[in-house]
């Protein structure tokens, strides 16, 4: 049971690359979430899914899409990547009893 | 806007010592509310959570407190520890929307 595995750590891209990072679950959670964390501003919630095939908007979702074909994937795409965009993003799930979340261990991204 | 704060950014404790962290909300719809623990390099990690119809919830080492009428949320950690040096948010959901998130506490261990 591998929990939220987020995918890669690490990423540097250039302003305007695309880019997708992955999160996948193992523990048929159907609410999946990402949150891109700042120095000074918390944990913000960008896109989040309530089940398969249904996506919502976030706190700041500009910039990034995503998509819910499965219950165990969530990817966030970058169309265009902005150094706006440096940050670190969790990816949280949660089932259906419990209120908490389970968070991946997070990507940092950096956009030069 | 409805937000979750926190009073202090940072707290340096002595090894042994309890610590309490404060966290504000201002949504009084707020029904449901969660402390994390997040260490360097790592995601957040549930600590303990408490609903609005409680006004403490015990845990191992840790406690915490609601009050509703000033809106306020305590972490209270006894007996602090040098593995409990990490980062510390409150956060709080109204129903059945995404948590939100406040922006953290450093806490520091002095041994």
């Known amino acids: 049971n591998a929990g939220v595995t987020q995918t890669p750590k690490f990423q540097v891209l250039k302003t305007g690359q695309s880019m997708t990072l992955q999160c996948a679950q193992d523990?048929?959670?159907?609410?999946m979430s990402w949150y891109r964390q700042d120095p000074g501003m918390g944990l913000r919630l960008i896109h989040y899914?309530?089940?398969?095939?249904?996506?919502d908007q976030g706190e700041v979702p500009n910039g990034y899409n995503v998509s819910r074909s499965t219950t165990e994937d969530f990817p966030l795409r970058l169309l265009s990547a902005a150094p706006s965009q440096t940050s670190v993003y969790f990816c949280?799930?949660?089932?259906?009893?419990?209120?908490?979340?389970?968070f991946g261990s997070g990507t940092r991204l950096t956009v030069v | 806007g409805e937000s979750v704060g926190l009073h202090l950014p940072t707290l340096s404790v002595q090894e042994g010592d309890n610590s309490i962290i404060n966290c504000a909300y201002s949504?009084?719809?707020?029904?449901?509310f969660i402390w994390y623990k997040q260490e360097s390099g790592k995601g957040p990690q549930f600590i303990i959570d408490?609903?609005?119809?409680?006004d403490k919830r015990q845990g191992q080492r840790v406690t915490v407190l609601l009050n509703k009428t000033v809106k306020h949320l305590s972490l209270q950690i006894a007996a602090t520890q040098p593995g409990d040096s990490a980062v510390y948010f409150c956060?709080?959901?109204?129903?059945?929307?995404?948590?939100?998130f406040g922006k953290g506490t450093r806490l520091s261990v002095i041994a």
């Open positions: 956060a709080e959901r109204a129903g059945n929307t995404p948590l939100v």
């Open positions: 949280a799930t949660k089932d259906s009893f419990n209120y908490g979340y389970t």
């Open positions: 408490i609903r609005s119809n409680m």
């Open positions: 899914s309530v089940g398969a095939g249904i996506t």
């Open positions: 523990m048929n959670h159907e609410y």
């Open positions: 949504n009084s719809a707020s029904d449901y």
